[in-house]
């Protein structure tokens, strides 16, 4: 249905009007990395990027708008020390942002300060996110739980929202269609309704296929952006989101060969997908509202109050003798605030000092399904459980010289399950020259157990078997340091780094079986990394910029009873690198291209070191040419896996009921696709 309404908003978009402006779509930059750089998320108030003790990534539009990449996951994925994880990218397949090695649950990813983390799971779907929202992209790396709490462990990316330019009305409308079925259709208008009250409305819409069987995807969203931005008065804005999702689960990919298996008339597997029933879906909502403002010339008061609403859905059906399973609603309520002052004490010291409050609400209904996979009557269940946590924070910046800065800072935690927990960091910036940055950072870090883990009801699966919360749990602690130097050469054209990072968390949850195969989450595990980031952007010359990056890392666990090993599914090398090319005709070409190396993927064992199922090494290649014709219109064409590189993702267990074979199989990554999308601006 989709591809038909997007051919017709195609010929409605030829009879719109515009005034071509091909030089200002998709231009390289000047510089390839500006150290004048504004950012607000490494310390909540606005710091240029020298003055952030942090590895930082910033990513504007234009960045956006040039990339191959066609989700925020993809996009992030290009990054230095950034790790994208899919369970085989087919159409609804959940993105997770590993930052240096570290768990998804480590990384908490904001939309305009609101954390779209699921609290059920502590993991954010960079997938859910849509790229023509997105004015500006900030990634932190490092402990970020002094200034945000729980599960800022490894880093921050906080997405900021496009607002309304002042004097220019906004339209932008966006169709497209490409393999596997996929369409979609976009739009964005923005603009000031009087001289301090503006708007802008995203609308997206997509369908896909996917790539193999049952891994359709069907994803609505719609975003609004109120401000008020008076000359004298505060900055207030008013953000909501709704995203409205459902796709197929295919699982892992059978062993070549296997049969469809098929009960009571229902496929429950083919040759490509090992479950052709399993189903999710997501309804999130989300509402922020902001007020900036400095009462005084030594101060800024920020208030935010968010209000998050994340219903999951998941049918899981499985076969043991007859087909049997489960639909499951899991919704989370987060209402939260927080104020803080940045205050300038003394000339050239400054002090942020704040508080937040969050309160969740969880609820996790389930039925049950019969061999008809249909619902039996009576079995449903219904559990309610609330959380609540209250942050305190304070952090010190003071620069005595044009040579050094000297940050440090204090979180204290009290959450309602287990208690108080104390969060320090540190800072240190030396710059022996105005164009050379050495960095130095030292913080700690926690996550709190999430409902799931504390509250999941007791199942029973026959047998002794089955699954529990535990309430017993205590939250996962540990540090973040790493050091690192940044150099800016020809003008801003040359920016090269090189970081060193290490980090651990003791007390890893981890979901285990006992001898019954009852599974309940417990403390056991230890987790550390160790390693380097190198990178090198330059740019522009003769209209192209280029940015490599390298990351190595050494991420092992330590199991209860003392073994160490490789951490599963972390790889020892990435390496990534882009190239952009424009010119005065409008033309924009990008390549990117990205290597994984090798993952240990399963132990049979938990006294196992060596994996008896690795991941290969693999690179892909994205290509993407944009060409603006007259009138504002901009053609594109996207090829992604350009040379249709085989990869997998994860493992999970798969029984051929045909022969009652049991082995480990993989998630496939999709092959080549390509996408191409006609769009049209119009300012005024």
């Known amino acids: ?144 739980s002094l200034l945000y709490g729980t599960g800022a462990m490894a880093g921050t990316v906080n997405i900021i929202t496009k607002r309304p330019e002042k004097g ?138 968010t209000y998050t609403n994340i219903e999951n859905y998941n049918k899981n059906i499985y076969y043991s003798y007859m087909l049997s399973g489960s639909k499951t609603w899991v919704t989370n309520k987060v209402k939260g605030v927080e104020v803080n002052g940045d205050i300038d004490v003394i000339k050239n010291m400054k002090l942020l000092v704040g508080a937040d409050y969050k309160k969740y609400d969880w609820e996790n209904k389930g039925v049950a399904l019969d061999e008809d996979v249909l619902e039996v009557e009576g079995s449903g269940t219904k559990v309610d459980e609330g959380l609540h946590a209250l942050g305190l924070f304070t952090e010190a910046q003071y620069r005595p010289n044009d040579y050094l800065k000297v940050i440090a800072g204090l979180r204290r935690e009290n959450h309602s399950e287990f208690g108080t927990e104390y969060v320090p960091r540190y800072g240190l910036i030396i710059s022996p020259h105005e164009n050379t940055m050495i960095k130095v950072n030292y913080g700690k870090h926690y996550n709190a157990p999430t409902p799931n883990d504390l509250f999941w009801p007791y199942e029973d699966w026959g047998w002794g078997m089955g699954t529990a919360g535990n309430r017993n749990l205590k939250p996962e602690t540990g540090k973040h340091s790493d050091a690192g130097l940044e150099q800016s050469l ?79 599914y972390t790889a020892d090398s990435y390496f990534k690198s882009d190239v952009n090319y424009h010119n005065d005709s409008g033309l924009t070409m990008t390549a990117t291209f990205r290597y994984t190396g090798d993952r240990p993927a399963h132990y049979s064992l938990d006294t196992d070191t060596v994996p008896d199922v690795m991941l290969s090494s693999y690179y892909t290649v994205d290509l993407k040419m944009e060409q603006c014709l007259l009138k504002n219109w901009v053609l594109s064409l996207k090829c992604n896996n350009l040379f249709d590189e085989k990869y997998d993702t994860y493992t999970s267990g798969f029984t051929d009921q045909a022969t009652g074979t049991y082995s480990i199989e993989k998630y496939p990554g999709a092959g080549r696709s390509m996408m191409f999308t006609i769009s049209y601006e119009y300012k005024k």
């Open 490 to 568: 020809l003008n801003n054209r040359l920016f090269i780094n090189a970081t060193y990072f290490k980090w651990d968390i003791k007390d890893k949850i981890s979901w285990v079986p006992d001898a019954s195969y009852f599974y309940t989450p417990q403390n056991l595990n230890t987790y550390k990394s160790d390693g380097w980031e190198i990178g090198a952007s330059m740019g522009a010359f003769y209209n192209t910029t280029l940015s490599l990056s390298y990351t190595s890392s050494d991420a092992t666990e330590e199991l209860y009873g003392g073994v160490v090993r490789r951490a599963k």
């Open 1 to 144: 249905m989709l591809k038909y309404v997007s051919i017709v908003v195609l010929s409605v978009m030829v009879m719109l009007p515009g005034i071509c402006r091909a030089e200002d779509i998709g231009q390289v930059k000047n510089e390839a990395v500006a150290l004048a750089e504004v950012i607000v998320s490494a310390t909540k108030t606005e710091e240029t990027r020298k003055d952030v003790s942090n590895a930082v990534i910033l990513m504007d539009e234009t960045d956006i708008e040039v990339s191959a990449s066609d989700s925020l996951g993809d996009l992030l994925g290009n990054e230095q020390g950034i790790d994208l994880r899919t369970y085989g990218n087919y159409g609804g397949a959940s993105e997770e942002i590993h930052i240096r090695g570290m768990g998804a649950d480590g990384t908490q990813i904001l939309v305009n300060g609101i954390v779209v983390n699921s609290p059920s799971l502590g993991i954010a779907d960079a997938n859910k996110i849509p790229l023509n929202s997105i004015e500006k992209i900030e990634v932190v790396k490092g402990s970020g």
């Open 168 to 305: 220019v009305a906004d339209l932008k409308i966006g169709a497209g269609y490409g393999s596997n079925n996929t369409c979609d259709i976009s739009v964005e208008q923005g603009m000031y309704l009087t001289g301090n009250i503006g708007y802008y409305l995203t609308a997206n819409k997509k369908e896909t296929d996917g790539f193999r069987s049952n891994s359709d995807l069907d994803h609505k969203d719609v975003s609004l952006n109120l401000v008020y931005d008076g000359a004298r008065g505060p900055d207030i804005s008013l953000y909501g989101d709704y995203i409205d999702r459902s796709y197929g689960l295919p699982g892992a990919k059978p062993p070549a060969g296997t049969a469809d298996f098929i009960v009571n008339g229902i496929k429950l597997y083919d040759s490509e997908s090992s479950n052709l029933l399993n189903e999710g879906g997501d309804k999130d909502t989300h509402l922020a509202l902001d007020i900036k403002g400095s009462p005084i010339d030594r101060l800024k008061l920020n208030l935010k109050a």
